[in-house]
């Protein structure tokens, strides 16, 4: 062993005496620990993680047998056991005073050849010195960290920089480790001559990519010591939403990705001329989403209802649609009776909504979709009566009267007299939500159904499993989620996922969850009480790291139960393979192994029981089972491959095995009577050609068209697919990814990796039936347009030739840095409302040729949207307890004047001119001076936006 020699250049005398009785302690302790664990050789080398197993987790196999069968004979040396308690202890000790007191700041440098460049400092904010031993930083980070030149000592710089902050010519006092996945480990070297009181360390870290905003600066770093069995500890610096732990974005360079970046953050003068629409004063009466036809009455007379003297009459069938106007309106009588379905007849009673079903619609309505209706609000009689082909239709109906309802300070709703006929543009309107990467609640989803219900959204889309986690107890399989189901600090996951994205060290974050069989049955019997479907995902094979260990430990305990057979029943991995690559996401051993029988036992395990889940409340139609991104080199070096491509000689190599696991899996779903649907990559080979339905032997497919980023060329495989016989669901990255930013500022929170950002204006302009009039802008925020690409064959610009194979639009929300339930909110809505307008409505200005036509009548369109969103449907949202999004207000200063506006007229400014103590509403007659910060306040007055500041 070598002495660092360079610590004792380092260090003054002081210091140096400490190190070395602290040094010649730990090598005393350390001797004496080395020679107690060779006398069991089972024990040599367990980290923490194993010694808690072997005290508190009595079911896992390896610790029954150590625990019984390997223990020594001898008894203990007592000064051996003395001295482990008190290094313990002393660890623990220090492991407490460095998450109190370590205060971490993570500063980003700057964006250059596509690299980007940041300094941790780590600095000693207590009154005890930090040793150097004994201690490591978990840390997460959403960019793949450069190990190689962080390790080496190679000075990473930019361009404009002389020479690195810390630049060591002693070596480097840390290294730093890929863990798995997102998370890394840093630790000290014996360079490290630890920190005095006040002292600080930078560290410069670096990649690929770029660094643009504070969001992506991931929360709850930990230390901990993995060969003791101390607890780990959050550094407290670090914790929390706020992330005051990362450095101001002001220099150009700290928020632009590269010299070609034009997606600069907003100025207030941007902003404003962005926001600039006519405020027509109100809502203008319209319904979100738009109806087919909407004609009011001529007369300005009103229809009052109020509760007490109004009853719903409802046919047999309609139960639960009469239940639910009724809460929504505080109706006091429920009545059952018989109503013709003829349209003519029993339409209207005083005093009474009418809900019915019908087969007679009027000759305007051409869908056949069974969620078309018919809305009479008759004024004059006062009367209601909603009718349609199918509960469901009754249901939208019911949500467009709410629309139109306005409540009086009486209790009281008044009704403007009324005629919608309506049908739904696509039969899928939905939301995907990722509660894998942070767990989110049953209680969570049931708040976001009842707001897709208001607006007509009818799928949720669950994202159950992926490489952080599972999230749904599947009866019979219980590793799946008392494994993969929790999260926590586990450097080789003996007991549980390790912790990942913000997570922190403990189980009792957002990292850990799962729903019951009870839970899930909830969520069904909700969502069917709201004509919404629920589309479960599983994805795989890719993105599987929390089932393949989930099976591990299923088999590990089986193993050592004797049951050999039982054990490798459901194993999704070659435990002979040694397979290298990493995944998109930065997982080792992501990938389920699609060369073994028990892999596809596996597949149909779970989709039998996830059937059987939902047969008696909301039967289970459609099985995700995801199928993206895979790892080119997932199966190389795995025995069990190698013999499979011999025997299936069609497969030219392990680059095939993917789009086999795909046409076993969706033959698996089809077999249970399921339409499949993944990803679209999950039915593209790697040749780029498309799997055929055929091969797939189900009567639908759908695919899920995703990636469109303008300049890749891929934009048309969406169209491809519908052409090719699947049914395509859309969801460009472009305009409805809503785990993106809403402005292309680094204090707008979101993921970028597809596009800059994606407000709800963007939404609004997609165009589903012609995706090449979406164009926009590129990926570096340089204005483009469908002429621009397909005219001049830059893209391959593929025609829909089959229409009805799409069958809509869905908006999708990964949750990398989506942990709580508001900023779940904050992503989602106003967004959804874009979505459910586009989904739900043909704007009459899609169908225009002529583009200075079309955005003329788009921006009319345009809008009375927003001021409908303004004045109407955000209070809507707030009375739901929707934590929505507040966009930064807009405002220019012009002759001294002071002029502000808003994303949603009727959104009210608030300004301050005291940093922000105290906030008044911002009114036009008052001259401003000084500095000041605007922001945009929610109606109810509970929140605002992020501030914006000027001076005037």
């Known amino acids: 062993m070598r002495f660092p020699v360079g610590i004792l250049r380092r260090c003054h005398p002081v210091r140096c005496i400490r190190f070395g009785l602290v040094l010649i302690f730990a090598v005393v302790l350390i001797t004496s620990l080395w020679q107690y664990a060779t006398s069991n050789s089972k024990q040599h080398g367990r980290s923490r993680e194993d010694?808690?197993?072997?005290?508190?987790?009595?079911?896992?196999?390896?610790?029954?047998?150590?625990?019984?069968n390997h223990r020594p004979n001898h008894v203990k040396?007592?000064?051996?056991?003395?001295?482990?308690?008190?290094?313990?202890?002393?660890?623990?000790?220090?492991?407490?005073y460095i998450g109190s007191h370590l205060d971490v700041r993570y500063t980003v440098v700057g964006n250059e050849g596509g690299k980007y460049f940041v300094d941790v400092t780590l600095s000693n904010g207590g009154q005890t010195p930090i040793e150097p031993c004994c201690w490591a930083i978990y840390l997460y980070h959403t960019k793949f960290l450069d190990i190689y030149f962080f390790n080496s000592g190679i000075p990473l710089r930019m361009s404009n920089e002389r020479r690195h902050v810390e630049e060591n010519t002693d070596g480097i006092t840390f290294t730093l480790e890929h863990v798995n996945g997102y998370t890394f480990r840093l630790q000290p070297t014996n360079r490290f001559v630890g920190l005095e009181p006040g002292e600080q360390v930078v560290l410069r870290l670096g990649g690929g990519g770029w660094a643009v905003s504070r969001s992506e600066v991931i929360p709850n770093?930990?230390?901990?010591?993995?060969?003791?069995?101390?607890?780990?500890?959050?550094?407290?610096?670090?914790?929390?939403?706020?992330?005051?732990?990362?450095?101001?974005?002001?220099?150009?360079?700290?928020?632009s990705r590269s010299d070609d970046d034009v997606c600069v953050p907003f100025t207030p003068d941007d902003r404003y001329a962005r926001n600039k629409v006519h405020d027509l004063g109100s809502d203008a009466g319209g319904i979100i989403p738009t109806p087919l036809s909407i004609q009011f009455k001529k007369d300005a007379k009103k229809l009052r209802l109020r509760g007490n003297s109004w009853m719903v009459l409802y046919t047999p069938g309609l139960e639960n649609e009469a239940q639910y106007i009724q809460e929504k309106l505080n109706i006091s009588a429920l009545k059952s009776t018989e109503i013709s379905r003829s349209i003519g007849k029993a339409q209207c009673r005083t005093n009474a909504i009418t809900l019915h079903l019908s087969d007679k619609m009027p000759s305007t309505v051409v869908s056949e979709s069974l969620e078309k209706y018919v809305l009479v609000v008759g004024a004059k009689k006062d009367c209601i009566s909603i009718f349609g082909p199918s509960a469901a239709g009754v249901f939208r109906g019911v949500a467009s009267l709410l629309s139109l309802a306005s409540r009086g300070e009486d209790g009281a709703s008044t009704l403007p007299g009324v005629i919608v006929v309506d049908a739904p543009r696509y039969p899928y309107r939905g939301v995907m939500v990722d509660v894998v990467r942070h767990f989110h609640t049953k209680e969570e989803l049931l708040q976001l159904m009842r707001a897709m219900a208001v607006y007509k959204l009818n799928k949720l889309h669950l994202h159950l499993a992926d490489d952080e986690g599972w999230r749904?107890?599947?009866?019979?399989?219980?590793?799946?989620?008392?494994?993969?189901?929790?999260?926590?600090?586990?450097?080789?996951?003996?007991?549980?996922?390790?912790?990942?994205?913000?997570?922190?060290?403990?189980?009792?974050?957002?990292?850990?969850?799962?729903?019951?069989?009870?839970?899930?049955?909830?969520?069904?019997?909700?969502?069917?009480?709201?004509?919404?479907?629920?589309?479960?995902?599983?994805?795989?094979?890719?993105?599987?790291h929390a089932a393949i260990k989930s099976m591990e430990a299923r088999y590990a305990r089986l193993m050592a139960a004797g049951d050999e057979t039982e054990a490798m029943r459901y194993l999704l991995s070659d435990l002979a393979d040694r397979s290298s690559y990493l995944s998109g996401q930065f997982y080792r051993d992501s990938a389920i192994n699609p060369c073994i029988e028990s892999s596809y036992r596996f597949v149909e395990y779970v989709v039998r029981e996830v059937k059987n889940l939902h047969k008696d409340i909301l039967p289970l139609k459609v099985f995700h089972f995801g199928g993206d991104e895979v790892p080119q080199e997932a199966y190389s070096s795995s025995p069990a491959c190698a013999e499979f491509l011999r025997s299936h000689k069609k497969l030219s190599s392990s680059k095939d095995l993917k789009a086999y696991f795909v046409r076993r899996a969706a033959m698996i779903v089809a077999r249970y009577g399921l339409t499949p649907m993944g990803w679209e990559d999950a039915f593209t080979m790697s040749n780029g050609m498309t799997v055929s339905v055929e091969e797939l032997q189900s009567k639908e497919v759908i695919s899920q068209a995703w990636y469109n980023t303008w300049e890749s060329g891929l934009a048309h495989r969406a169209y491809q697919y519908a052409n090719a016989g699947y049914k395509v669901v859309l969801s460009p990255t472009t305009h409805f990814y809503y785990d993106n930013p809403q402005e292309p500022d680094p204090e707008d929170w979101g993921l970028h990796w597809a596009t800059r950002y994606i407000n709800t204006k963007r939404s609004f302009n997609f165009m589903p039936e012609s995706i090449y009039d979406s164009i926009d802008y590129d990926f570096w925020g340089r204005a483009i347009s469908k002429t621009d690409l397909c005219n001049f064959n830059r893209i391959e610009c593929v025609p829909l030739r089959i229409p009805e194979n799409v069958l809509g639009i869905e908006a999708v929300m990964w949750s990398e840095l989506i942990r709580t339930p508001g900023r779940m909110d904050w992503m989602l809505w106003p967004r959804l409302l874009a979505l459910a307008e586009r989904s739900w409505h043909r704007a009459s200005w899609?169908?225009?040729?002529?583009?200075?036509?079309?955005?003329?009548?788009?921006?009319?369109?345009?809008?009375?949207?927003?001021?409908?969103?303004?004045?109407?449907?955000?209070?809507?949202?707030?009375?739901?307890?929707?934590?929505?999004?507040?966009?930064?207000?807009g405002a220019r200063l012009r002759n001294g004047k002071l002029w502000v506006n808003?994303?949603?007229?009727?959104?009210?400014?608030?300004?301050?001119?005291?940093?922000?103590?105290?906030?008044?509403?911002?009114?036009?007659?008052?001259?401003?001076?000084?500095?000041?910060?605007?922001?945009?306040?929610?109606?109810?007055?509970?929140?605002?936006?992020?501030?914006?500041?000027?001076?005037?």
């Open 77 to 96: 040396s007592s000064l051996v056991a003395d001295g482990r308690d008190k290094a313990d202890r002393g660890v623990q000790s220090q492991l407490d």
């Open 902 to 952: 808003t994303a949603f007229p009727g959104l009210v400014v608030q300004v301050s001119n005291d940093a922000g103590h105290t906030w008044n509403d911002y009114d036009e007659t008052v001259k401003y001076s000084g500095h000041l910060l605007l922001a945009t306040r929610s109606h109810d007055g509970m929140r605002r936006s992020v501030p914006v500041a000027l001076d005037a």
């Open 472 to 544: 749904l107890e599947i009866p019979g399989l219980d590793e799946l989620t008392k494994f993969g189901g929790v999260r926590g600090h586990a450097f080789r996951e003996l007991s549980h996922i390790l912790s990942l994205l913000g997570s922190g060290p403990f189980t009792n974050s957002s990292g850990s969850g799962f729903y019951t069989v009870n839970d899930y049955r909830e969520i069904l019997q909700f969502a069917k009480s709201h004509h919404v479907e629920i589309i479960p995902e599983f994805d795989m094979p890719g993105h599987s």
């Open 221 to 255: 770093w930990y230390v901990a010591n993995d060969y003791s069995l101390s607890e780990p500890r959050l550094l407290l610096s670090t914790a929390g939403e706020e992330l005051k732990f990362v450095g101001d974005f002001d220099p150009s360079k700290r928020w």
């Open 846 to 889: 899609e169908t225009i040729e002529l583009l200075s036509k079309r955005l003329i009548v788009r921006k009319e369109d345009w809008m009375s949207f927003s001021n409908a969103v303004g004045y109407k449907e955000l209070r809507r949202l707030e009375e739901l307890g929707v934590n929505y999004y507040l966009p930064r207000p």
């Open 51 to 68: 010694d808690v197993q072997d005290q508190s987790d009595d079911d896992h196999p390896h610790s029954k047998s150590l625990r019984h």
